[in-house]
């Protein structure tokens, strides 16, 4: 098994009990973390100098829509209900396992450029089990960390999630693929009848999967209270949104132990409602961070970080000027704890706590090194906010349990140039299928 040591860095662990920031050696054998200390003696290792540079956690996507990675900005002046009708409603049954396979894979290359290193893939257009397989092996193919959420797209509220293809799925590639585990992308409560929202919840908590859900823009629907009546909330239940909770129903799923993924900028701007930062926080738990669908916005997940800090910053300002008349005089949320949402809390809305999300012996190796050298980013007086403050150009180096998928600033891919040709055919014959204007759907 190989042996890399990497030293020189500023390593931000974002494991509780250490410094936010420190000057460590890390020992990557083979897929995962073997040692971290000041000073390691690793004979016959390779060494990668990082001097000038801080390594973190590999981020974690906790929510993208990986299968419309081909129409990238086509919807960026969508409201919701545009997306809806232009999107689920007219151009979801055209996509052929081909379009699900170059979406996937451009997508998951396009979130390893950008430092992620573990994607929830919420592939919520499984049409059949050719299109399931072709998402798949695009995630596998680009080399990043995944779980494959199993979705369909919307049907009757009467019609159970097609549980003959979660079995296939475990039986076959996700049970071979160390990368690669699979989850349950529900109608959930909010768009299934309450006796097909338990039966799908229960059949998701049978096979120990994460399952997870929509909700935003409304109080909760009757199937809310039937699951928790079942008693079907729990640790492996995943909230995308939640916007229209009321808090006594967020304090309730977060006792739980219930798990919520935001997408701040998509959430802003289309309409989903304000992202519930605030009442997670003052429910002692903390959001998970996606972006959602690339249709709309960047699939960048720093950029995510910075607008959900700043969204709940903003607001908890304005709440302090209306009570006390003046400015606050410390932030009410920290640069650590945006990085958190972005690491940490994606790796526990996805059920990866135990792999992934820190810097720890034992952990799998999933880094990134970014460059604080560059003009942007130097002098980096404070490592937790020159990473918060990094872009694209500053993502220098990317590992996945122990490979390198990113060096120099550089994909180690080959043959992108045909990849993001298929990538524009598809999207270009897609975009064709949607009409100028359309009813909400």
Not at 47 to 54: A, L, Y
Not at 131 to 139: F, N, S, T
Request: aromatic share 4%; glycine share 10%.
């Amino acid at each position: 098994m190989s042996r890399v040591l990497l030293r020189g860095a500023q390593v931000i662990t974002m494991a509780p009990d250490r410094p936010d920031a420190e000057h460590l050696e890390i020992l990557v054998d083979g897929d995962r973390i073997a040692a971290l200390d000041e000073s390691i003696d690793a004979p016959h290792a390779e060494v990668v100098d990082f001097s000038g540079r801080i390594l973190i956690p590999g981020l974690v996507n906790a929510h993208l829509h990986t299968w419309q990675t081909a129409l990238r900005s086509a919807g960026a002046d969508w409201t919701l209900a545009q997306y809806l009708t232009h999107l689920h409603g007219e151009c979801v049954g055209h996509y052929t396992p081909a379009d699900m396979h170059i979406g996937n894979l451009a997508g998951a290359l396009n979130q390893i450029n950008c430092g992620t290193t573990t994607v929830g893939d919420w592939c919520h257009n499984v049409l059949s089990p050719e299109h399931a397989d072709a998402a798949v092996e695009g995630l596998l193919q680009a080399g990043i960390r995944a779980v494959f959420l199993h979705g369909t797209p919307y049907r009757s509220p009467d019609i159970p999630h097609p549980l003959t293809e979660i079995d296939r799925l475990l039986d076959g590639p996700v049970r071979d693929h160390a990368l690669l585990t699979l989850g349950m992308a529900l109608q959930g409560p909010q768009y299934s009848s309450p006796e097909t929202a338990v039966a799908d919840f229960q059949a998701g908590a049978e096979r120990g999967l994460v399952v997870t859900t929509h909700q935003s823009g409304g109080e909760p629907s009757p199937g809310w209270e039937a699951l928790r009546s079942a008693g079907l909330f729990g640790p492996l239940t995943n909230i995308v949104h939640g916007s229209g909770l009321p808090d006594d129903w967020i304090e309730t799923l977060v006792e739980a132990g219930v798990t919520f993924t935001i997408t701040p900028e998509n959430e802003l701007g289309q309409g989903h409602g304000t992202p519930v930062t605030g009442s997670l926080l003052r429910s002692g738990a903390a959001p998970s961070l996606g972006t959602d669908i690339e249709t709309a916005v960047p699939g960048n997940l720093l950029t995510a970080a910075r607008i959900a800090l700043a969204h709940q910053r903003s607001l908890d300002h304005a709440r302090h000027r209306q009570t006390t008349g003046t400015y606050a005089d410390t932030p009410s949320v920290t640069a650590k704890q945006a990085l958190a949402w972005a690491t940490v809390e994606g790796a526990k809305a996805l059920g990866l706590t135990d792999r992934v999300g820190r810097i720890q012996v034992g952990m799998q190796a999933d880094l990134v090194a970014i460059d604080a050298r560059a003009l942007n980013l130097w002098p980096a007086h404070d490592p937790v906010a020159t990473v918060l403050h990094a872009d694209i150009a500053n993502i220098e180096a990317v590992m996945v349990a122990g490979s390198w998928r990113k060096r120099d600033h550089a994909l180690l891919t080959t043959g992108l140039d045909e990849v993001k040709d298929e990538l524009r055919v598809s999207g270009q014959r897609l975009l064709r299928n949607i009409r100028p204007t359309g009813s909400p759907a």
